[in-house]
């Protein structure tokens, strides 16, 4: 059995000629971005990153921030992913999730060339069309 080189054991990102390191903010960017290609998916981040993101927007010129809500882990060959979302109301949140990890594991290891070796979700809220709009039915306490 021929023995494996240096290279080949540091994974698709290195080559003879070099290697190649890839930032996290740049795979949270990638997660954030295809996870928010499902529909289903209103925002992402927990209240608090929500509200940030919210007030930075309204800044003149400034940008969306696709990695907020997303957390990874990346080494030499794998990637693990972490996200905080809110999902739309009426949607089953087991295939969203299902959806998202298939979206997010495609996207980064496509454009990235890393093993995802997990996606963790965590569901913050559900987004309502209209807050104001009241169950139907009648009430069960007065």
């Known amino acids: ?35 928010r290609e499902v529909d289903g998916i209103h925002q992402l981040g927990g209240a ?21 809500g997303v957390s990874v882990e990346v080494g030499e060959r794998q990637a693990a992913v972490d996200l905080d979302v809110v999902a739309e109301y009426g949607i089953a949140i087991a295939d969203l999730a299902a959806g998202v990890r298939r979206n997010v594991v495609d996207a980064v290891e496509r454009m990235t060339g890393l093993e995802v070796t997990e996606v963790n979700i965590t ?13 139907e039915g009648d009430p069960r306490v007065e």
């Open 123 to 135: 569901v913050h809220d559900v987004h309502l069309d209209d807050p104001d709009a009241e169950p």
């Open 1 to 35: 059995m021929p023995e494996k080189t240096k290279t080949e054991d540091a994974g698709p990102l290195a080559s003879d000629q070099g290697r190649t390191v890839i930032a996290d903010q740049v795979v949270a960017k990638i997660a954030g971005i295809a996870a």
């Open 48 to 68: 608090g990153s929500r509200t940030v993101g919210a007030l930075r927007e309204r800044i003149p010129g400034s940008r969306t921030n696709y990695g907020q």
